[in-house]
């Protein structure tokens, strides 16, 4: 699995398979932003005033965010470093949650994002937090955020590739292994180059 892939082996959010209200397609569905479903959303471990209080501001779009500095903590964590203008298109196409440290507003020291076509599937990228901050409960107040804001979008199912070593990470907020032994996928040729 490439290294940019890494967020993204085969876990899927338990229990999410599409109910069929959501896969009935009506003229609502069918807008770029749907209004969002009443789809149950996900309890915090941690409130958004709790987390101010420790100096971290909760941010739900990417608005504001400092690109290179993401790229940094990207680098720092050993993901590739990504071509700015590619990386910032990228956030405009996701759902992004990231967290700042008080003092250095643009700056993420946690970051999440997701991916997908907004009503139905969607898929996690990107879970990072800077090193210096990491085991602190940032990675999870990210996660359960970003799949809080799917939830609340209706997104029914929500999945991501872990690398091994954070399998345990992602199981601690209830994604699976190869939920029903459905299997993940991915297109990989090694022979094949990439832009990052
Ligand atoms: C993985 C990562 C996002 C976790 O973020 P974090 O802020 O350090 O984790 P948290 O402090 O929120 O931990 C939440 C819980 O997960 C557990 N946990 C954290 N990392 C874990 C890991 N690698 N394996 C198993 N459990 C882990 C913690 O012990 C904690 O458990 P607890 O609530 O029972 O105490 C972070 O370590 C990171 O950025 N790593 C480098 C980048 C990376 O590998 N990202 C994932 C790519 S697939």
């Given amino acids: 699995m490439p290294t940019q892939q890494a ?23 069918l807008r770029l932003r749907p209004p969002r479903a009443a789809t149950a959303g996900v309890r915090l471990t941690v409130s958004d005033a709790e987390l101010e209080s420790r100096g971290f501001a909760v941010r739900r779009t990417a608005e504001g965010i400092d690109v290179a500095a993401l790229n940094e903590v990207f680098v720092r964590v050993g993901f590739p470093r990504r071509q700015e203008e590619r990386l910032r298109r990228a956030l405009e196409h996701s759902r992004v949650v990231w967290l700042s440290a008080g003092e250095e507003e643009g700056r993420p020291v946690a970051f999440a994002r997701a991916a997908g076509d907004g009503v139905f599937n969607a898929v996690v990228w990107d879970v990072v937090v800077e090193p210096s901050s990491q085991g602190l409960g940032l990675g999870r107040a990210v996660m359960e955020r970003l799949v809080d804001e799917l939830r609340r979008d209706g997104v029914a199912n929500i999945v991501l590739y872990a690398e091994t070593r954070v399998v345990g990470f992602y199981r601690l907020l209830d994604f699976a292994m190869d939920p029903d032994g459905i299997r993940g996928m991915a297109y990989y040729r090694k022979s094949a180059t990439t832009a990052a």
């Fill in 7 to 29: 967020c993204s082996a085969a876990a899927a959010l338990r229990s999410r398979r599409p109910s069929p209200a959501s896969t009935t397609t009506t003229s609502r569905q």
